[in-house]
């Protein structure tokens, strides 16, 4: 908002992380491939480059992928076509008004038993926790090899010290939780201690970071990672990657040597090792951050002092600050739900089971025609409503308006004849219901629904047919009872009931 000019784009490892908070708004176009290079921030609103849907708008709005400029571009100069609804601005900014205050309460400060080689690492740079507890929590068996030896993160070679490490919940959740699929590293010199032990948690969690650690480490060669020496030249993709910059213009005619040359092949070989080159010591390909967080890892061990924190043994650091609580990992269901609905933006208070919305939502969904991408609910996407255009029923418009008085006679006889002709196919239509429903009354799979209650002053003109089924209350009981098997679990009752607005109370399996 201070800066007027300038045009933000936000995304982070899940992708466009704001359009997720505002999922259930969005227009069924947008999806991740379609929302590249569309999505913005710009004078503190969101803006979302729509896809043109009139020839008027083709010159406009962008039809396929635009670029980062041409998206800037429509910006600046279409604000008002590309700023997203209301209602998805609302959303965000309901999302957004705990922060920056609320950055606080998502944290987690835990106490770890570390080598002093990673206390070292992480105190220099903390934004490597992050990366530590994603490398080991998407470990592979390459990456277990390597913990296997642990050449730099040892506590049989550097002195463990117990240190403060800064958590988000989620990363300490994560790490937490996660198992150590071949137990510690031998020769690792780490030790393990009972659940039951008061220091259990400090030392498994940092046996977990110092694995992290030199996962990081092995994703950039080593120590070699952090010093400059490998040439990212050498690698195979590089002559094709010079030579679409070449093509494209990117060095701006320069002479190969000249200083502007030389700026422009460094940036463009920093590119190239941070986005494209793979790691050859690990089998899976790194992305961005954890490639990068490796070779700050090397170059952090590299100007480590030496013979600090050497010989082994154990620290313990008297003064550090107690370490939070993690009682907050434990949710009730109560509280979960309590959690779900203020996420939402519903009524946690309980409510009453409202069966008519039941039944009219369920009828709805029903009558919904869906496409191939599967069942969609009648308001889950708000769009403009499509007019279904038929041309031969056009053509007949017209022709009935420039020769109504010749034709006018026969068509009212037609329309009769139709009448009769749709009249009688109902009448046998209705009889074959009847005779089919007969049948099925004997059934054991007849015998199953309920069927309408007949007064008592009411009489039937033939005793024979069966009751009617109710199929109101058929389709109650039915969805009760399948919401009743789930046993409180997710399943297909309660996820159609939830998107169709109907919240069920929670009852006992007897009720």
């Not at 020769?187 to 498994?204: A, C, E, I, V, W």
């Not at 694995?211 to 990672?225: D, F, K, Q």
Request: proline fraction near 6%; glycine fraction near 8%; aromatic fraction near 6%.
């Amino acid at each position: 908002e201070r800066f007027e000019d300038l045009v933000v784009s936000i995304s982070d490892s899940d992708g466009e992380f704001l359009l997720i908070e505002a999922a259930n708004m969005l227009p069924k176009w947008v999806n991740p491939e379609t929302a590249q290079n569309r999505v913005f921030i710009y004078r503190g609103q969101l803006h979302i480059i729509p896809k043109p849907h009139s020839p008027a708008e083709v010159g406009i709005l962008p039809v396929s992928t635009p670029s980062v400029a041409e998206a800037v571009r429509t910006v600046r100069t279409h604000t008002l076509l590309t700023r997203a609804s209301d209602q998805i601005q609302k959303t965000i900014h309901k999302r957004l008004s705990c922060f920056p205050h609320g950055l606080q309460t998502s944290l987690h400060r835990a106490h770890c038993h570390l080598p002093y080689s990673a206390a070292y690492v992480l105190a220099r740079d903390p934004q490597l926790v992050a990366a530590a507890v994603h490398a080991f929590c998407d470990r592979d068996n390459r990456d277990l090899q390597v913990c296997r030896k642990m050449e730099h993160f040892s506590a049989a070679k550097h002195t463990c010290i117990t240190a403060k490490v800064d958590f988000t919940r989620c990363l300490y959740a994560k790490l937490l939780r996660q198992q150590h699929l071949l137990g510690v590293p031998r020769n690792s010199g780490f030790k393990t201690l009972p659940s039951s032990h008061p220091q259990h948690k400090p030392y498994d969690l940092g046996i977990k970071l110092a694995c992290g650690l030199e996962m990081l480490l092995c994703s950039a060669g080593g120590l070699e990672g952090g010093t400059g020496e490998e040439d990212v030249t050498k690698d195979s993709r590089w002559p094709a990657f010079m030579q679409g910059l070449k093509e494209k213009g990117y060095f701006q005619g320069e002479l190969e040597g000249s200083k502007l040359y030389t700026q422009l092949f460094h940036t463009a070989k920093e590119y190239f090792d941070d986005n494209i080159v793979k790691d050859r010591s690990c089998s899976r390909e790194l992305p961005f951050s954890e490639a990068a967080a490796g070779r700050n890892v090397a170059r952090l061990l590299f100007e480590m002092p030496p013979n600090v924190g050497g010989g082994g043994g154990d620290t313990i650091n008297q003064c550090l600050p107690q370490a939070d609580d993690d009682s907050w990992l434990e949710l009730s269901p109560e509280q979960l739900d309590r959690m779900m609905c203020e996420a939402s933006g519903g009524d946690s208070k309980p409510s009453e089971l409202d069966l008519q919305s039941m039944v009219f939502g369920m009828k709805t969904f029903v009558d919904k025609v869906s496409s191939h991408k599967g069942a969609e609910f009648p308001w889950s996407v708000d769009e403009p409503t499509q007019i279904a255009f038929d041309p031969e029923s056009f053509a007949d418009a017209v022709h009935l308006l420039l020769d109504g008085d010749a034709t006018g006679d026969g068509s009212e006889e037609d329309d009769d004849s139709e009448n009769n002709n749709s009249s009688g196919e109902d009448e046998g239509m209705s009889a074959l219901m009847e005779e089919m429903d007969r049948e099925l009354a004997d059934t054991e799979m007849g015998k199953t629904f309920e069927r309408e209650k007949v007064s008592a002053c009411g009489g039937e003109d033939n005793p024979s047919s069966p009751q009617p089924v109710d199929i109101d209350f058929n389709l109650v009981k039915n969805l009760l009872d399948s919401y009743s098997a789930q046993e409180g679990m997710a399943g297909p009752a309660s996820n159609i009931l939830q998107s169709l607005g109907v919240d069920i109370p929670l009852t006992t399996p007897d009720k």
